[in-house]
């Protein structure tokens, strides 16, 4: 059955001179929990949703559709064996480490109850610099686009305890085919896909859909 591995956060910001607010949250560590896990408002507004977790610059990351962020021990594994390095849960930066269930064909807009809580899948993980400076990897934003791998991020629609050990259930799925895969395929490398997003209604990041109406006016009149 699909399981939290691990739940894991960054309990204080380290100062970076790689990231653009000069710190960063993203090494987080495994904890003990459970942690209570909340809604939170957009982004810019406030940070992770998990109680004890720190982000460094909530203009990016953070907010209500970026509440929580996932990713399967599978797919560690891969990259375990792909970069000839251990990765320890949280090393992605999630506060989620999974075990038998796939984040990439999620579908936007599922709902799973995990612990005591109910989350919402939003979308995937987009690569940035921190990301990759922090890892050591060169090119790593490149190859981990390639890959998609991402991981799935969740808003929160009903605050709950999650821990380690808790299992994950998926108790609905949208009818529609906006998957976290196409989602990330959309807005890295595929942009002609971004007009499918929008089946994905409410679900949907507010900026995911502003990107969507921009292309849209572009290719409409291209002097806009």
Excluded at 38 to 57: L, T, Y
Excluded at 158 to 172: F, R, S
């Amino acid at each position: 059955m699909p399981v939290v591995l691990s739940l894991n956060v960054a309990q204080k910001t380290m100062p970076v001179d790689y990231a653009r607010a000069g710190v960063t949250g993203i090494d987080k560590r495994p904890v003990d929990g459970p942690l209570l896990v909340s809604p939170v408002q957009p982004r810019g507004e406030e940070g992770s949703g998990v109680a004890g977790d720190s982000i460094g610059d909530w203009t990016v990351h953070g907010g209500e559709y970026q509440a929580v962020y996932a990713y399967a021990r599978e797919d560690l594994d891969w990259w375990q064996s792909e970069l000839g390095a251990e990765l320890h849960a949280g090393q992605f930066g999630e506060n989620l480490t999974t075990q038998g269930i796939d984040h990439t064909n999620a579908v936007v807009g599922e709902h799973w109850r995990i612990g005591t809580a109910l989350l919402e899948v939003t979308g995937p993980r987009i690569p940035c610099r921190t990301f990759a400076e922090f890892l050591g990897q060169r090119g790593w934003v490149k190859r981990f686009t390639q890959q998609v791998r991402p991981g799935a991020y969740f808003r929160v629609l009903e605050e709950g305890l999650i821990g380690p050990g808790d299992e994950i259930t998926v108790v609905h799925r949208p009818d529609h085919d906006v998957t976290v895969a196409l989602f990330f395929r959309a807005v890295t490398t595929e942009a002609a896909l971004l007009p499918r997003l929008l089946a994905a209604g409410d679900s949907l990041p507010p900026e995911v859909v502003e990107l969507v109406h921009k292309r849209s006016v572009v290719e409409l009149d291209p002097q806009a």
